[in-house]
């Protein structure tokens, strides 16, 4: 009784039978799943060689790496991995980052470089 009241109840069960009737009209076929998106374990293209360089401590040259494969992959994908590169090298410690010989003003200045690829500027 209370949610033919209650304004709330009353959206919330015409929602439930929106999606029961939209559930239920595949008939169980397997075409016809609702399927709910995980995150996308898959790698970026030239990810791992530049994970190699960064475990090898090659910071320099892992850098040099990813400049270098600007063009070889779409460039949404290219400032996917850019952004994923400096996030892991940023995610390591000054000591690390020290015996590499990399700073974070070198990281910052990878960012910079990576943006103005991203807004058309480089």
């Known amino acids: 009784m209370q949610e033919e009241t209650d304004p709330i109840l009353r959206q919330i069960k015409a929602l439930a039978r929106g999606l029961g009737a939209?559930?239920?009209?595949?008939?169980?076929?397997p075409g016809h799943?609702?399927?709910?998106?995980q995150?996308?374990?898959?790698?970026?293209?030239?990810?791992?060689?530049l994970e190699a360089a960064i475990a090898a401590g090659d910071l320099?040259?892992?850098?040099?790496?990813?400049?270098?494969?600007?063009?070889?992959?779409?460039?949404a994908q290219f400032v996917a991995l850019g952004t994923?590169?400096?996030s892991r090298l940023n995610a390591l410690d000054d000591a690390t980052l020290?015996?590499?010989?990399?700073?974070?003003?070198?990281?910052?200045?990878g960012l910079t470089r990576l943006s103005l690829i991203q807004q058309g500027e480089a």
């Open 33 to 37: 799943e609702v399927i709910f998106p």
């Open 22 to 29: 939209l559930l239920g009209a595949s008939g169980g076929e």
């Open 84 to 86: 994923w590169f400096f």
């Open 60 to 75: 320099h040259g892992a850098t040099r790496d990813l400049f270098a494969r600007r063009y070889a992959v779409p460039e």
């Open 98 to 109: 020290a015996a590499a010989d990399y700073a974070r003003a070198d990281i910052a200045a």
């Open 39 to 49: 995150e996308d374990a898959r790698r970026l293209p030239y990810q791992a060689e």
